[in-house]
């Protein structure tokens, strides 16, 4: 099990504080994230539906799912295995049966049909028919939204979970490594991206890497205009930046790192764009600690760069860690202004500055974890431009390429 | 471009008319499969709300998304520019903005606040809330479910697609040779799903793989009890069963794969396990043809099993082809009892039959395409139990282990 049976009665019984608190008495967990948290439960079964029950009054959460995965589930969570409900195939991807018919009639069966339920409205996986057949099937509930409750108390994470993101972090390092030894004219992006996966699956020699959330990004050329187009096997060529946007996963943690290479002789408008998107990240860095807000991190960005004549409309990061596809970011706390959340030790974000112009953009990023007295990152790889081979074969020197 | 501009006015031609079999004025599309099928725009942006909008009296859709995926959506979708909609980033992951209230304000500025909407319940990106907030903002409009209408028509390939997904199932052979050459005892487990990984986005020399909508699934030992763990770092052992499924993937179009590995001798049981899945499988595909029912495919394999004493819950395949994380099925016909969806050449299945025993599990797969008279596969992977090293560098000769 990735955490000791107190680390996960912890995150219940703080759960349970928050149902309190909002007055929900049971809640109905989609998001596989939150389910994993509460559970241990990890399997990729989340294309069907599936649900984490926590009930204020008992002190074991159900897991409902279907029944090719209740092994699964049995060789994962922490409790006891009759807690485990399997429903049969005849529910998945039926014209006349689905899932959540039978996860109103189990919770009708076991006495809970007339109770106030939290369910994650927003959740990917909790569908709009979802909700409709839970609805329909529990006539006598009360239903109220409760899609951040869980993900709120993973903001602050345990000293397991910062472990497990600090590898998550030296994966991210080696794989950023491989893509910016990988990168360079006359490369097929999908053999960058290929290059990229496997140093993110197969991790360091102490520890393996799981899948992240988001697949490598890769944006070259025109397309660095926009983030989140994927590779094809175009060849790169001499003159194009290539941003290279991935993460490092360990046991579903996530540290994200962003960097730039540029084929070739970087633009003086490129080299510019590195030192300004570079000094706005330091700034924003600095500022980063215990009891300072969210927005105020964006503002030492802001002001950074607009010092140079440059805005971004977009925000600036995001909290991170726990997740599944097709998302690495928490949904809850946002680097931007307006987000008043303030940071506590052991929130951990993702700050992923870039500007981006009609013709050209570039990122650097950090994942960084708040300290007793102010932050530090989990990768550690220089901020600044990548420079690699335009002629296949050659790599031009800072000197040559008149740096 | 994936496809020609009259293939995409024939699929818009066949939604529309299916739209008017239903009553359907607007549908309103958030599958990123049936975005990228009517649109062509692909990419990794659908962890935010987005959608395309087919208006029955409207030659060209709607995209409307986060601006910051705009410019994707410029260079890969094949309609006129001025139909690109974007949201700003304050309606992104927002307590109070939600990017379907940008959406319902546009319906409403463009004049269809009024009209008879479908939309898709039950798909994995449109959460009960962006039903809810959708409702909220258009108050005078009907909403009906159309969630399998666009997926209904994807189900007959064209002669393009189908040429896709035959370099998908090449991916696939690739992916599984590489899967068969690395396991073996003493190696970890997320090695050989980086070795995997790499094969299925490096492609072949002509064409680079796409990302597959679901990671490398490795089961072995006793995990091979239950399909949808997925990998660690611990080592194979002597003696395990592995089970591998896999797809290749080429511009998201899937041809999944999946095969077994021993390392080491076989027990008996899993000899005729393996025996008897290769018997069924052999038996269904030689009754897969135009005009016969999914049911009595599924019915062959039954038989065949049943003969040596054996049966499988679980549905035996479904209809693949495009998509997204986190499925690469298509949620429309499924390969089992009760399903009597006729068989139509160029339709393309699936066929995942396994037997999973408490100790031991094994699979066969092939996804087939629907020929003229029967069937053809897309991959040509042989049929039988794969037997890797049980000592780190000796491979097992089949004599030795004795077969």
Known sequence: M????????????????????????????????????????????????QLLVVILEEEQPLWIGRAQDANGARLTVWFH??????????????????????????????????????????AYYFTARSYERLRTGLPDAC?????????????????????????????????????????????????????ISHAQISGTSEYGGDYPAIVPLL????????????????????????????????????APLARTAVIGTPSPLVRELAEVVAEGLNAALEVAAPGVSCEEVEAAWRQSIQKRGFKKESRLGYSVGLNYPPDWGEHTASIRAGDQTTLQPNMTFHLI??????????????????????????????????????????VP?????GA
């Open 2 to 49: 990735p955490f000791s049976i107190n680390e996960y009665a912890e995150r219940i019984q703080k759960t349970k504080e928050q149902m309190v608190k909002e007055g929900v008495e049971v809640l109905l967990l989609s998001d596989p994230a939150n389910m994993y948290y509460l559970s241990g439960y990890d399997g990729w079964s989340f294309y069907v539906p």
């Open 397 to 401: 020197s800072l000197e040559e390429s």
């Open 143 to 195: 239903f109220q939204d409760a899609t951040l409750l869980v993900n709120r108390i993973r903001m602050i994470k345990s000293s397991q979970e910062i472990d497990y993101m600090k590898r998550a972090g030296q994966i991210a390092e080696r794989a950023m490594q491989t893509a910016m030894n990988t990168i360079a004219a006359g490369v097929r992006e999908c053999d960058a991206a290929a290059a």
């Open 219 to 254: 944006p070259s050329g025109e397309k660095t205009s926009t983030p989140h187009l994927t590779w094809t096997d175009r060849r790169y060529r001499a003159g194009e930046a290539v941003i290279v946007e991935l993460a490092g996963c360990y046991r579903r943690y996530h």
């Open 353 to 394: 500055p870039g500007i981006w112009l009609d013709s050209c953009g570039v990122e650097f990023s950090e994942t960084f974890r708040v300290t007793g007295t102010g932050c530090e990152t989990l990768s550690c790889f220089p901020r600044e431009l990548v420079q690699r081979p335009a002629i296949p074969g050659i």
């Open 81 to 122: 295995p009759d807690r485990i409900i399997p429903y049969s195939d005849e529910y998945v991807q039926s014209d006349e049966r689905h899932p959540m018919d039978f996860v109103a009639d189990i919770l009708t069966q076991i006495g809970q049909a007339k109770r106030r339920f939290g369910v994650e409205m927003d």
